[in-house]
């Protein structure tokens, strides 16, 4: 479930920086409009973009940050817990042992 999850994140984000890069090539394509109209919504637009590249950037950070600290908390939980982390394991084990099994 983990590995689905972080692939789904990665593709969020991987469209999320294309449709950031296509809007800047639009931008560019325009950039000979003429017009005030255009020439405003050319900068409502870059101004948003910046937003959203800043946004993305600390989204990125912060679900690394998040990722890390996960890891380490059950990183410190193992180490302090190690025969109930086997009991675990054992039991999730079982439990999709049992699942497959009625497949």
């Given amino acids: 479930m983990t590995d689905a999850l972080q692939h789904s994140k990665d593709k969020l984000m ?3 920086h294309q449709g950031i890069a296509d809007a800047e090539e639009l ?3 325009t950039a000979n409009q003429a ?3 255009a020439a405003q919504l050319r900068e409502r637009v870059r101004i948003r973009m910046g937003k959203a590249k800043a946004e993305l950037i600390h989204l990125q950070q912060a ?3 998040k990722a890390k600290a996960a890891g ?3 990183d410190v939980y193992v180490h302090e817990n190690p025969w109930k982390s086997v009991g675990i394991a054992a039991g999730i084990g079982v439990v999709v042992g049992l699942l497959i099994s009625r497949r």
Wanted: charged content about 35%.
């Fill in 63 to 65: 679900t690394v940050e």
């Fill in 35 to 37: 017009g005030e109209s």
């Fill in 14 to 16: 991987d469209d999320l």
């Fill in 72 to 74: 380490h908390a059950t």
């Fill in 27 to 29: 931008l560019k394509l």
